[in-house]
C-alpha cells in the first residue's frame, strides 16, 4: 500500500519513502517528511555535488559537507548546486 505524506520540500501531499534512506534521526525525519519525489530531486542534485566537486565519500569532511547541503536542500528550502554546474542544453 502506497504511503502518502506532506513532503515538506514538494509543500504537498506525495508518495512518501518505502524506508528511511539515511541512517538515524535524519533518516527518520526524511522518511517521514520528504516525499519520494523529493528525495530524487536531492538524489540528482547530490550526485552533480559529488561529481562537480570530485569529493571522495571515503572522506569524513567530504560526507559532513553533503549531510549539511541535504538538510539545507530538504528541510531548510535553499537552492543547492554544484559551483561551476551548467544544466546541459536541449
Known amino acids: 500500500m502506497t ?3 506532506q513532503c515538506t ?6 508518495e512518501g519513502l518505502d524506508y528511511p534512506p539515511y541512517p538515524g534521526e535524519v533518516g527518520t525525519k526524511i522518511w517521514q517528511t520528504i516525499s519520494k519525489e523529493g528525495w530524487q530531486q536531492w538524489m540528482d542534485v547530490q550526485t552533480r555535488l559529488v561529481n562537480e566537486n570530485r569529493l ?3 572522506d569524513v569532511r567530504a560526507r559532513k ?8 536542500f ?6 543547492v548546486e554544484a559551483q561551476g554546474y551548467v544544466p546541459p542544453s536541449d
Open 74 to 79: 530538504l528541510f531548510e528550502d535553499i537552492d
Open 56 to 58: 571522495n565519500l571515503a
Open 3 to 5: 504511503r502518502i505524506i
Open 9 to 14: 520540500k514538494l509543500k504537498k501531499e506525495a
Open 65 to 72: 559537507y553533503l549531510r549539511e547541503q541535504m538538510e539545507k
